[in-house]
């Protein structure tokens, strides 16, 4: 329903150095962007810290680009805002070694567990927007008004945020750890960046969607 949080996908950040590492780049920059530790990107890439925080909330950004703000609630969009940097935070992932092709890419093995939490809730969420359904339905068979269809939209959102968020308070679970690689490469100025869609990969790798999942159940 919601994707989840990826690290610079609207734009490559790259970076100039003499000696290029191509592992401590990648966990440098996941770091940053996933986990918002600043430390070592700056030192790699030369940005100032606050360059190198804004990385993360663009990302949050990003997510919360996702979510329809016509039925969000300021309160709501924060809230969801704080369980998503959260979330980001807490993922899980080890990088691995790093092999040099002919053209002067580098292949960087990343180990990866994802998060569960949205696969966990899936059902009880259907469940509470299923009993929200079932009393609007009454009340309006007794003669109450029918909400409008923004307003429901707002409530099933907030349904959802609650089940989420309750969910996480008592501990994240973590899925079978999937091996991917990413391509770090070199663009026509010479700057260094991971290629895009291993970021869009890794993306939907670290917490787990119930999109396809749900798809092939319905097929």
Known sequence: MVAIIVAA????IYCYINRFDPQEYVQAFLDVSYKQKTESY???TGISEKEAKQVFEDNLAYTMEKFPE???TDEMTEEYRELFADLAKKTSYTVGEATREENGTYQVVLTVKPITLLKDTYAEFQEK???YATKV???VMNGQ???EETQMQTEIYQIYYEVLSQAAEKGLKYGKPNQIVLHVEKDKEGKYGIRKADLQNLDHLLIESVGEEQEEENS
């Not at 996908?9 to 490559?12: E, P, V």
């Open 129 to 131: 927007a299923q009993e």
């Open 42 to 44: 700056i030192k790699q």
């Open 70 to 72: 016509h039925v969000m």
């Open 9 to 12: 996908t609207a734009t490559m």
């Open 145 to 147: 008004a029918m909400p």
């Open 137 to 139: 339905s009454n009340d």
